[in-house]
């Protein structure tokens, strides 16, 4: 790590305390003028780091600033690469391209502070503007196979609303797959997409997206959105979004880990005794949702009584049965 990445990290877990510069110089084992060269750049990127004579240096606590240094500071696995972007069309999509081109390394992470073609399940588009969400795809390379990716998604939603409870203490509810919710209103979303060997079945990697509206944009969504969408915090309320998304990804590397879906996955639903309409194959049927089973599927009751388990499809709420 470069002295700037170095520093950045200590003053991360020590926000709001005061450090001297030779304290800081001793502990990353450089000079006083190497210090003070990181943290003219830290400030040029955006990081509130005061300085008193004396004293030291102390990033403040209002600093905010989304950035490589500052995820990566809080992630339990910090060697993994990190790229923060102004704008992409897709992260999944950037991740995909990263993973087969370049070989990218498990635990990559890619976020960007605006989509221009963000993607949804079944094609749909997911709405990614600049200033009121938080949009990032982890690529993992577990060693399963594609029947496996199912509690990947539910690993996933896991780790979304475990991290927006950390840092944003807000407690969201979820969807049966991959929506996350808060008052009846989608305030997240996650695309978890496979690239497989054919031949033998098993995952290459998986690159796991997730976009969160955090505010509602200025001028509230677009269109029918507006009846369906929410958001997780209230105008001016303040988020560290690189603990946010670090949270998120480290609870992710926990969650990957289950041979069974977590508790808090089926604790959290809110599908199971609910009137649901699946889709699917150019299809809609009205059902009763009833349980949701250790490996992720959603058992279905339909109209004359029989079971359906529907391991991946789309489903949306009636109204309560």
Same mark, same amino acid.
């Given at each position: ?104 390394? /498990?635990?990559?992470?890619? &976020? *960007?502070?605006?989509?221009? +073609? ?5 094609? #749909?588009?997911?709405? @990614? %503007? ?109 988020? /560290?979004?690189?603990?946010? &998304? *670090?949270?998120?990804?480290? +609870? ?5 880990? #289950?041979?069974?879906? @977590? %508790? ?58």
């Amino acid at each position: 790590m470069s002295v700037k990445s170095e520093l950045l990290a200590v003053l991360t877990a020590q926000k709001g305390v005061c450090i001297s510069g030779e304290r800081l110089g001793e502990q990353l084992h450089c000079t006083r003028a190497a210090i003070w060269k990181a943290v003219k750049a830290l400030r040029e990127e955006g990081y509130a780091i005061s300085s008193t004579t004396n004293r030291g240096y102390v990033l403040t606590e209002s600093s905010n600033v989304l950035s490589a240094d500052g995820i990566r500071a809080r992630l339990f696995h910090s060697n993994v690469p990190v790229t923060v972007l102004e704008e992409t069309a897709s992260t999944n999509r950037l991740a995909k391209q990263m993973g087969i081109g370049e070989n990218a390394p /498990d635990g990559t992470v890619i &976020v *960007a502070r605006c989509q221009t +073609a963000g993607s949804g399940r079944r094609g #749909r588009s997911f709405y @990614s %503007p600049a200033g009121s969400g938080i949009y990032f795809t982890v690529l993992l390379r577990p060693r399963k196979n594609v029947q496996d990716s199912l509690l990947l998604t539910t690993a996933a939603a896991v780790a979304a609303l475990r991290g927006v409870e950390e840092v944003c203490r807000v407690s969201l509810s979820i969807k049966w797959m991959n929506d996350l919710y808060l008052e009846e209103k989608k305030v997240g979303g996650i695309l978890t997409e496979a690239v497989t060997d054919f031949e033998s079945g098993a995952i290459e990697f998986v690159v796991v997206g997730i976009g969160l509206n955090l505010y509602e944009p200025a001028g509230g969504f677009p269109g029918e959105l507006s009846q369906k969408a929410g958001a997780i915090l209230q105008p001016g309320a303040a988020v /560290d979004q690189n603990a946010l &998304v *670090a949270s998120i990804v480290n +609870a992710l590397h926990e969650e990957a880990q #289950r041979e069974e879906i @977590s %508790p808090l996955y089926r604790e959290r639903n809110i599908v199971p005794g609910r009137r649901v309409t699946v889709i699917g194959n150019g299809q809609e049927s009205d059902m009763l949702a009833k349980e949701i089973l250790p490996d992720g599927r959603l058992v279905l009751l339909d109209e004359e009584g029989r079971e359906k388990r529907l391991a991946f499809g789309d489903v949306s709420l009636t109204v309560r049965f």
